[in-house]
């Protein structure tokens, strides 16, 4: 039995006016020959102060909108049909994700109008062309960050300490900046799609509020009864030099390494006994302007696993958060200065016999007022604090040229 505010936000239908303009239907890795022609049908939003399980609300909401997602081990029903539901955008923020998995309330989240969950249903509507006339005007402000480059430095002093003492074995810091803009922040977030290596590229608007993702990164995709996730941890330029030196370093393969053994026991809880394996171990694979290193890791879907089960054992993904994961993300409570938002969740699409999120690194976010980012990166004890901070502008550097239209 849900709490009555839980009943409440169960309830919710599709808003009929927002404070931000309305875009059409692009949400990541929706299918793109339906992505034109979509109706939202029924929305649930959720704030971690309204209590309750995201994830169990999450597949009763679904379900109770013939989105039945309870053993996904059995294939869809029926084939994927041009009428009716097409299936519905999921959206789980990084805080709910800690929650699912034990760990404490962070620090305040610098996007209070975004939603720690949302579930929006879409039935197929009629084909819709793209809205029509001149760009609109547009202008982004200068960033704020939340840190300074002394502190973020000083967090990876303090993850190393945690190393040495045997707290944890990697963390991840995250950093958040944020920036006013004037005018209409939609055009500016749905360019982030378009970034090369944006698997998860799309955008998922709110009352007041709207996410841009151009994440590279599977955290976990359902078909036909096989489990995936495709962490990525380690990152250099993406020349000629840069390759070399990623493929040749001992600390970023230790890393990378790591956190895939995090991911094989995430897997393995919700798996066939004996089905998780490895392909591509360290791929280097490229995203904008930077080369990274990206595993796969598979099995096959325990029988009756339904959707709030998958979430509560892949949530927060291993790569934005370390190992031990509860112990790191106790750590990331401590040391990261406001809450990560909208970043290191997950955002995707969901129908009977397919799941697709992607981790929403590589994201931002606007409110009525600002356009948010966060970048980071694994911590281990071989870290040099200075590097990392570099690392971490790096990865925000084409976000932020993205959004100003550059």
């Not at 890393?255 to 026991?265: C, K």
Request: with cysteine; net charge neutral; aromatic share 4%.
């Amino acid at each position: 039995m849900y709490p009555k505010s839980t009943e409440r936000m169960r309830k919710v239908g599709p808003y009929g006016v927002e404070t931000l303009p309305q875009v059409l239907v692009n949400a990541p890795a929706a299918p793109a020959a339906c992505r034109r022609g979509l109706v939202e049908r029924a929305r649930l939003q959720w704030r971690r102060t309204d209590g309750g399980d995201p994830a169990a609300l999450a597949e009763e909401f679904l379900a109770a909108h013939g989105l039945p997602l309870h053993d996904l081990a059995q294939p869809a029903a029926q084939p994927h049909r041009s009428t009716g539901a097409c299936g519905a955008a999921l959206y789980l923020s990084a805080a709910a994700g800690a929650l699912l998995a034990g760990a404490p309330d962070g620090a305040p989240e610098p996007t209070p109008a975004l939603p720690d969950l949302a579930v929006v249903v879409y039935d197929h509507g009629p084909t819709r062309p793209a809205p029509p006339g001149p760009p609109p005007t547009w202008w982004l402000g200068e960033w704020t960050e939340s840190w300074t480059p002394r502190q973020h430095a000083d967090a990876v002093d303090a993850v190393r300490a945690a190393i040495g003492r045997g707290d944890v074995y990697q963390t991840n810091l995250v950093g958040h900046a944020a920036a006013r803009y004037t005018g209409d922040p939609l055009p500016a977030l749905s360019r982030l799609g378009a970034l090369p290596g944006a698997r998860y590229g799309g955008v998922l608007t709110g009352d007041g509020w709207a996410i841009g993702c151009a994440s590279p990164e599977t955290l976990v995709e359902v078909t036909d009864g096989q489990l995936t996730t495709r962490p990525i941890k380690g990152t250099r330029p993406a020349t000629a030099a840069g390759r070399a030196e990623l493929l040749t370093s001992a600390k970023e393969r230790a890393e990378h390494i790591m956190i895939v053994d995090l991911e094989r026991n995430d897997l393995a809880r919700i798996a066939r006994t004996g089905t998780v394996d490895v392909d591509d171990l360290f791929a280097v694979r490229r995203w904008c302007d930077l080369w990274q290193a990206e595993s796969t890791v598979r099995a096959t879907v325990a029988d009756g696993l339904g959707l709030a089960d998958l979430l509560r054992a892949t949530c927060p993904g291993g790569s934005v958060t370390g190992a031990p994961k509860l112990a790191a993300l106790n750590q990331i409570s401590a040391l990261e200065p406001v809450g990560r938002g909208a970043s290191m969740g997950a955002l995707g699409w969901v129908a009977p016999g397919r799941v697709d999120l992607g981790l929403t690194i590589r994201t931002a976010a606007a409110d009525a007022e600002r356009l948010h980012t966060w970048a980071g990166g694994g911590i281990t004890w071989d870290s040099d604090p200075t590097a990392e901070v570099a690392e971490a502008a790096a990865k925000t550097a084409p976000i932020r040229a993205t959004l100003a239209g550059r």
